[in-house]
């Protein structure tokens, strides 16, 4: 079976993921004790993460432990090379690397953002999998998931999943 790429993400009811400011305050608005929407499940069918240089300092200055330490994990850059204690640092075409994981042996493969990134996948139609919870927000303006100017690609939903904090879960596979 061929490995998946899913990205897997939130989003704010127009389309973005973070404020200008990189902020994501907003995601706060559902947090809920022991609600996870369903990332527990997603991530036990992962193996390999890819992310933008710009999500992975965010993460790390989370100041919490690297949430992927289980996981091969790549990060897409123009400044840096090699690895550290958690990634591996990648500057090459990005369909390159995407063939190269899918032949491996193993789950699926998470991206994890950002805008940059998704929109590359998009264009060169490298993904198979969205899942997309929305925030009960308008945030007006910021880091939009969608850009323009990618090839149409149709969508069948699998399921949609509401929470009582008013977030909307949607999974498409792209057909």
Excluded at 22 to 42: M, P, T
Excluded at 91 to 98: F, R, V
């Amino acid at each position: 079976m061929k490995k998946k790429v899913i990205l897997y993400i939130a989003m704010s009811l127009d389309g973005y993921i973070a404020r200008e400011n990189n902020e994501l305050d907003f995601l706060k608005i559902v947090e809920r004790a022991g609600e996870d929407y369903g990332y527990y499940d997603f991530i036990k069918n992962i193996d390999t993460v890819v992310m933008g240089r710009k999500t992975y300092d965010m993460v790390l200055d989370f100041g919490i432990p690297f949430p992927h330490k289980d996981k091969k994990c790549y990060v897409l850059t123009r400044s840096k090379s090699g690895s550290d204690e958690n990634v591996t640092f990648y500057n090459g075409a990005l369909d390159k690397l995407i063939s190269e994981l899918r032949r491996k042996e193993g789950k699926d493969i998470f991206i994890d953002g950002g805008a940059e990134t998704v929109n590359e996948l998009l264009q060169l139609k490298l993904i198979d999998k969205l899942i997309i919870s929305v925030i009960p927000v308008l945030l007006g303006n910021g880091i939009k998931l969608f850009n323009g100017g990618r090839p149409e690609q149709k969508l069948e939903l699998l399921r949609s999943s509401t929470f009582s904090s008013g977030l909307v879960q949607l999974w498409y596979e792209v057909k």
